[in-house]
């Protein structure tokens, strides 16, 4: 098991940036992928943005692509999300998880991973 704690969510504008981070408690994740999915209210839960072990793969929902990027430091043991251009429709809890998808369209399926965070609520207000 990987432990994961999310930080770094809160209140933005709409058009303005936050930087949610993922660590690992304890524990090493060098190896795993590492995705990013979110849960707005009344919604089901959504892929977001996944990096490989390496982080020389990303990848990203469709409604994130070009505003979001995906990273990791796996020195520190940290991912993080930083996320421009912010929109009303972003606002929602956001989860990291850990896992070991095979191939690259696994990533974007939360049955991949094993680990997740408690959650880091990101408000956009318009």
């Known amino acids: 098991q990987v432990p994961l704690v999310e930080s770094g969510g809160g209140l933005a504008q709409a058009g303005g940036s936050l930087r949610v981070s993922c660590a690992a408690s304890?524990?090493?994740?060098?190896?795993?992928?590492i995705g990013w999915f979110r849960q707005a209210p009344g919604k089901e839960r959504e892929f977001v943005a996944a990096i490989s072990w390496s982080g020389g793969s990303t990848y990203y929902a469709d409604s994130v692509k070009g505003r979001f990027t995906i990273s990791r430091d796996n020195a520190k043991n940290t991912v993080y999300l930083q996320m421009n251009s912010l929109k009303s429709e972003d606002t929602a809890v956001y989860y990291c998880a850990a896992g070991t998808p095979r191939i690259p369209p696994y990533y974007v399926r939360g049955s991949s991973y094993d680990d997740w965070g408690q959650g880091t609520q990101v408000t956009v207000s318009s």
């Open positions: 304890g524990r090493t994740f060098s190896g795993y992928v």
